[in-house]
């Protein structure tokens, strides 16, 4: 199996910066493809940003564009959030996610099989 374990989040004032980590153990051959998604209280979970193994590929939401940098370690099998300028829209529960295969677009929650249990980010005006 794929277990996925997210740390980093906590609160920051607007303008500030954290650094969110995700790290996948177990069958880690399945997170080549590894993406984050945020949900903000009371509303659906949106797609952040994502990465294939290589590193070669990498997708943001137009919301993150310029602000937030998706990287990779793969000798340690980590993920990371580089995000920066926060908002405080950008306050939520913020999850990474896993899917086996070949690269390519995938923003969808449905186009994953494994989630972490998700840290939690609040930026303050």
């Known amino acids: 199996q794929v277990q996925l374990v997210e740390s980093g989040g906590g609160s920051v004032q607007a303008g500030g910066s954290l650094r969110l980590s995700c790290v996948c153990s177990g069958r880690t051959l399945r997170c080549s493809n590894m993406a984050w998604f945020r949900q903000p209280s009371g509303k659906d979970r949106d797609f952040v940003a994502a990465?294939?193994?290589?590193?070669?590929?990498?997708n943001y939401a137009d919301s993150v564009k310029g602000r937030f940098t998706i990287s990779r370690d793969i000798v340690k099998n980590t993920v990371y959030l580089q995000m920066n300028s926060l908002k405080p829209e950008d306050t939520a529960v913020y999850s990474c996610?896993?899917?086996?295969?070949?690269?390519?677009?995938?923003?969808?929650?449905?186009?994953?099989?494994?989630w972490g249990q998700g840290t939690p980010v609040t930026v303050s005006s």
């Open positions: 996610a896993a899917r086996p295969g070949s690269g390519g677009y995938f923003s969808r929650p449905d186009d994953y099989d494994y």
């Open positions: 990465m294939y193994w290589s590193g070669e590929s990498t």
